[in-house]
């Protein structure tokens, strides 16, 4: 069975490979291929509905040849009572060539000019945390462990929470019968 995931990204490859791998009844045999997909619609994305968009634009355009494709999409979303107005969130799509499967991750708050430099658009999550002074890493997002390892001290780490809105899609695909 081949997946595509529409990533080169390592810290997504190796998240979703893990969260794959525990599903052997609906991937059997996974040949598990990470392609290089362009979608810069938006920048960082600022919103739900950009989050959501990216991940089923990762995964439609990662679909070809394969039984099964996978997108991912970090970004933020609208949180009241938040410090920022915002949390980051993952969102996952498996898309098997004609439906989608969506799926979420747990979210965070950037800290707070973090937030205001993606939100006015100077900056992506990694940029901002390097211009800000709170990393010396250029690609903070793709380093292991991502942001959130980083914000937590490795306590929760970008893998987990992209593994985790994986799973999430996966509720649809393996209990089909009730999502008709």
Avoid at 109 to 125: H, K, L, N, R
Avoid at 146 to 164: A, S, V
Wanted: aromatic letters at 6%; a neutral charge.
């Amino acid at each position: 069975m081949k997946i595509h995931i529409g990533s080169k990204n390592k810290v997504k490859v190796t998240a979703s490979h893990e969260a794959i791998n525990m599903y052997p009844e609906i991937f059997p045999s996974p040949e598990i291929i990470s392609i290089d997909i362009d979608v810069d619609l938006f920048g960082h994305p600022k919103n739900i509905e950009e989050t959501v968009t990216g991940a089923i634009t990762r995964a439609k355009k990662a679909h070809k040849k394969c039984d099964y494709s996978i997108g991912l999409e970090g970004g933020l979303i609208e949180v009241p009572h938040t410090k920022t107005g915002f949390m980051e969130i993952n969102a996952c799509v498996v898309f098997d060539g004609k439906n989608h499967h969506l799926g979420l991750s747990s979210a965070f708050e950037w800290p707070t000019e973090v937030s205001q430099a993606i939100i006015s658009g100077q900056f992506d999550a990694s940029q901002a945390f390097k211009q800000l002074n709170m990393t010396d890493q250029e690609k903070l997002g793709a380093a292991p462990g991502g942001i959130c390892g980083f914000l937590t001290k490795g306590r929760h780490t970008r893998e987990q929470q992209i593994k985790q809105s994986v799973i999430m899609a996966m509720i649809q695909l393996e209990n089909s019968h009730l999502y008709k």
